[in-house]
């Protein structure tokens, strides 16, 4: 019988249900579409990047934060395992968030197309009553082709790029009129890298037993 890794693991998550800091419906969806039973408790953070933040730390910085105040609300017994990601879109070394209405989509689109560009996720895991997080970076490149002004009105048009980071989602519409090839991860595009989540979940299991005994070892007198 063939040994199925990422079947192991979610039987391991079966029993396990864990908390999605984030109201990002992709998010959901990509965590029901790859069979991971979850909760949704949003965080309510200040999402502004700090002063010559670069874009790698400033998606790692949010998704702990989001995933520790998400975790302090919750009872620490019995234990859960919080998660939370942040994605920006880089192009140059513009961050490009989601627009503030129908023309700030279109200048953000125009820009975009014809070029290749950068989605850069941070992926952050709390345990409760851990004051720790596990966290990752993942970067994929974007590759959209020429568009005119008219196939860009239409998209824009069509309501989805009004609250998508960058203007576009690659799972709908915008994927399929406009990206022409993405390296590396397409669902940290989407949002939220499986694969990468994955190995960070295993990573942060193999770990947090000693992490539990330095606990004990601080707490005892």
């Known amino acids: 019988m063939s040994h199925d890794p990422r079947q192991e693991w979610l039987d391991r998550l079966s029993n396990e249900i864990i908390v999605l800091a984030s109201a990002s419906p992709r998010r959901r969806d990509l965590l029901d579409h790859a069979g991971i039973a979850h909760e949704v408790i949003p965080?309510?953070?200040?999402?502004?990047?700090?002063?010559?933040?670069?874009?790698?730390g400033m998606v790692l910085r949010l998704a702990r934060e989001k995933a520790l105040v998400v975790a302090?609300?919750?009872?620490?017994?019995?234990?859960?395992?919080?998660?939370?990601?942040?994605?920006?879109?880089?192009?140059?070394?513009?961050?490009?968030?989601?627009?503030?209405?129908a023309e700030h989509a279109h200048r953000m689109l125009r820009r975009l197309t014809g070029r290749r560009h950068r989605v850069v996720s941070g992926v952050a895991l709390v345990r409760t009553g851990l004051d720790h997080a596990w966290s990752l970076a993942v970067t994929s490149e974007v590759t959209m082709r020429t568009a005119t002004e008219a196939e860009i009105r239409a998209y824009v048009a069509t309501g989805e790029p009004l609250d998508k980071a960058g203007s576009y989602g690659?799972?709908?519409?915008?994927?399929?009129?406009?990206?022409?090839?993405?390296?590396?991860?397409?669902?940290?595009?989407m949002g939220l890298p499986l694969d990468e989540t994955r190995e960070l979940l295993e990573r942060a299991r193999r770990e947090l037993p000693a992490l539990e005994r330095a606990r004990e070892r601080q707490a005892t007198p």
Do not use: C, H, M, Y
């Not at 965080?43 to 790698?56: K, T």
């Open 43 to 56: 965080a309510d953070i200040d999402e502004r990047p700090l002063a010559g933040e670069q874009p790698a």
């Open 72 to 101: 302090t609300r919750l009872a620490p017994q019995p234990p859960r395992w919080v998660l939370a990601a942040d994605t920006i879109v880089v192009l140059d070394s513009d961050v490009l968030g989601k627009p503030e209405d």
């Open 170 to 189: 690659i799972q709908g519409e915008g994927g399929r009129r406009f990206v022409t090839e993405v390296e590396g991860s397409e669902t940290n595009v």
